[in-house]
């Protein structure tokens, strides 16, 4: 079964950019058969859709968030990973990277990772 | 964006009840409706995609309907591992948004 795991810096400064991986374990991010999803929640609120990435590279990124995000993928590691720039209090959440159903564009998030807090505070 | 809008937003209910949240949609998302649950602390869980198949491993007690706009998640009746809040999440078109939230509550 696929199993997906965040990690990263807990706590990152307002203005820097946060980083985070996705490990995936149980499946291979390049069978090309799923998008990899980024999905956040503040403290407390309910869910954003952030972003995907298909193995190939290929991107979609939420239009709200789109000037500072960049999702990228690498197959050797069975990795992909989130980027966030200029980052101000109203990007606290719990960050979770998720694999959709399929590659349709149509399919949900059916396997999560367990969510990672980032909190940007000075 | 298409905007989703649940209701009720909080829902207190007894074990052995049925359940009926709904989500409407701002527009027609044909059948590409997907209901999810979470408890405190965890990553939401799959119950429902394109409005009424239901996910693996997930009980029969729950089901889901509608099309176009109007959609329903239906919980036959309630056990207590049931106690959650639930999300609509619309996937016809990226970016793929998500309902308010309804927080099902023990009587």
């Known amino acids: 079964q696929v199993q997906l795991q965040e990690s990263g810096p807990g706590l990152v400064k307002p203005s820097q950019t946060l980083s985070l991986t996705c490990t995936v374990s149980g499946g291979s991010i390049s069978s090309g058969d799923y998008y990899w999803s980024w999905i956040r929640q503040p403290p407390g609120k309910g869910l954003e859709w952030i972003g995907y990435i298909y193995y190939s590279g290929s991107t979609y990124y939420n239009p709200s968030l789109k000037s500072r ?24 959440a719990v960050y979770y990277c998720a694999r959709d159903r399929g590659y349709s564009g149509y399919d949900p ?14 | 964006d298409i905007q989703m809008t649940q209701s009720p937003s909080s829902l207190s209910a007894s074990v052995g009840d049925r359940v009926t949240i709904t989500c409407r949609a701002s527009q027609s998302i044909s059948s590409y409706l997907n209901w999810y649950q979470q408890k405190p602390g965890k990553a939401p869980k799959l119950l429902i995609y394109v409005a009424s198949s239901l996910q693996s491993g997930v009980p029969s007690r729950f089901s889901g309907s509608g099309s176009g706009t109007d959609f329903t998640l239906t919980i036959s009746s309630l056990q207590p591992e049931d106690f959650a809040t639930y999300y609509c999440q619309q996937s016809y078109s990226t970016p793929g948004t998500f309902g308010q939230g309804t927080k099902l509550e023990i009587k």
Do not use: C, R
């Open chain 1, 69 to 92: 995000v960049t999702i990228s993928v690498d197959t050797s590691k069975n990795q992909f990973s989130l980027k966030l720039s200029s980052v101000t209090a109203a990007d606290t």
């Open chain 1, 109 to 122: 998030p059916d396997y999560w990772g367990q969510g990672t807090l980032v909190t940007v505070s000075s």
